[in-house]
C-alpha cells in the first residue's frame, strides 16, 4: 500500500511542479553516468564495441536499481515515513507528465505566433530529428508524435514498473530508456555499441506500449476525439516503424486526430525513409498539439486509476 500512496503522491507533484530546470533530475546524472562510462569504455575496449555496450548498459542499470533501493532499505530501518516521503519524491521526479506538456506547449505557443525560429528551437529539445527545415505542419506533426511516443515512454511505463516494484524499478526503467535516447541509434557511431541498449528497450517498453496504446484509444472518447478511428488506425499501422513499439501509441494519436503522422525525415544530415501513419482525414494544425496534450493527460490519469486498482487488488486479495 506504501507504494500505491508514494506513486499516487507523486504523480500529483509532478502536475503540480513538473521538473524546475534549477533542481537537479536523477534522469540527467544518469545522462552523465552514461556519457563518462561511454567515454572509459571507448578507450578501454576500442575494437569491442558491442561488449563495452553490454557493460555500459548492465552497469548504468544496475546502479539506477540500487541505488535508491538502498536508500530506501536503510530509510525503512529509520522510519516508515521519512521512507514513504522519499520514495514519493522519487516517484515524482520519474514522471514526466508535466514537463513534457510544458515543453510541447511552448512550440505551440510559437507556432501561434508565426515564429518557425523558435518553434524548430524548442522542438530540437524533445525530438532526434533534424528541425533547422521544418515547416508549421512538419514541427506540429513532430511535437504531436513525441507526446504520443512519451505518453508510454515517460508516463505509463515509468508508471507501470513503479506499480510493480516502487521507485528503484522506476528508475531502472528510466536508465534503460535513457540508455536508449543516448546510444541507441542506428548510425556508424552506435550501431554495436547500442545495439544492446536498444533491444533492451525494445523489450522493456513491449508491454507498456501495448497497454498505453489501448488506454489511449478509451482515453480518445473521453476526451472527444475519433476512438472509432483511432482504434482502426492503431489495428492498421501499429507495426508502421522501425521500432517495435513506437508506432502503437502513434497510431492511436493519428488517428483519434484524424490526421496523418510519421513519413520521412532527416536525422544527422540523412534522410531517413519512414512508412506514414494513418489517413490525412484532416489537416494538420497547431491546435492538434493542444489536443494531443490533452488526451496524454487523460491517459495518464486512466492509467493511474486502471494499475491502482489492480495493486489494490492483488495486496487485498493474495
Excluded at 528508475?171 to 546510444?183: P, R
Excluded at 496534450?293 to 487488488?313: E, G, K, P, Q, W
Aim: charged letters at 20%.
Amino acid at each position: 500500500m506504501e507504494i500505491l500512496i508514494a506513486i499516487v503522491i507523486g504523480f500529483a507533484l509532478d502536475l503540480l511542479l513538473g521538473d524546475p530546470a534549477w533542481f537537479p533530475h536523477p534522469v540527467r546524472l544518469i545522462g552523465r553516468l552514461i556519457s563518462g562510462g561511454e567515454k572509459l569504455l571507448r578507450k578501454w575496449l576500442p575494437k569491442k564495441e558491442f561488449a563495452g555496450g553490454v557493460l555500459l548498459t548492465v552497469f548504468v542499470v544496475a546502479v539506477s536499481f540500487l541505488v535508491p533501493f538502498l536508500i530506501l532499505y536503510l530509510l525503512s530501518l529509520w522510519n516508515v515515513y521519512v521512507r514513504l516521503a522519499v520514495e514519493a519524491f522519487f516517484c515524482y521526479q520519474i514522471f514526466a507528465t508535466k514537463c513534457l506538456r510544458a515543453e510541447s506547449m511552448r512550440v505551440y505557443h510559437y507556432l501561434e505566433k508565426g515564429d518557425l525560429a523558435n518553434s524548430r528551437k524548442y522542438l530540437s529539445w524533445i525530438v532526434g530529428r533534424d528541425t533547422q527545415n521544418l515547416n508549421g505542419q512538419q514541427i506540429t506533426k513532430a511535437t504531436v508524435e513525441t507526446i504520443a511516443e512519451n505518453t508510454s515512454d515517460g508516463v505509463i511505463a515509468p508508471m507501470l514498473f513503479m506499480m510493480i516494484g516502487g521507485a528503484p524499478l522506476g528508475f531502472l526503467y528510466k536508465a534503460v530508456n535513457t540508455l536508449d535516447s543516448m546510444i541507441g541509434y542506428k548510425n556508424e557511431n552506435y550501431l554495436l555499441f547500442g545495439k544492446f541498449a536498444a533491444r533492451l528497450d525494445d523489450v522493456v517498453n513491449f508491454i507498456p506500449a501495448i497497454l498505453s496504446a489501448w488506454i489511449m484509444i478509451a482515453a480518445s472518447f473521453f476526451s472527444r476525439l475519433d476512438a472509432k478511428n483511432a482504434l482502426r488506425i492503431f489495428r492498421r499501422d501499429r507495426h508502421n516503424h522501425a521500432s517495435p513499439n513506437s508506432a502503437k501509441t502513434e497510431a492511436v494519436a493519428a488517428g483519434a486526430l484524424r490526421i496523418q503522422l510519421a513519413g520521412d525525415a532527416y536525422y544527422f544530415g540523412k534522410l531517413v525513409r519512414k512508412q506514414t501513419i494513418g489517413d490525412p482525414l484532416q489537416a494538420v494544425v497547431p491546435q492538434d498539439i493542444k489536443r494531443m496534450s490533452r488526451l496524454m493527460y487523460v491517459t495518464a490519469l486512466m492509467a493511474l486509476l486502471l494499475f491502482a486498482a489492480a495493486r489494490f487488488a492483488l495486496v487485498m486479495f493474495l
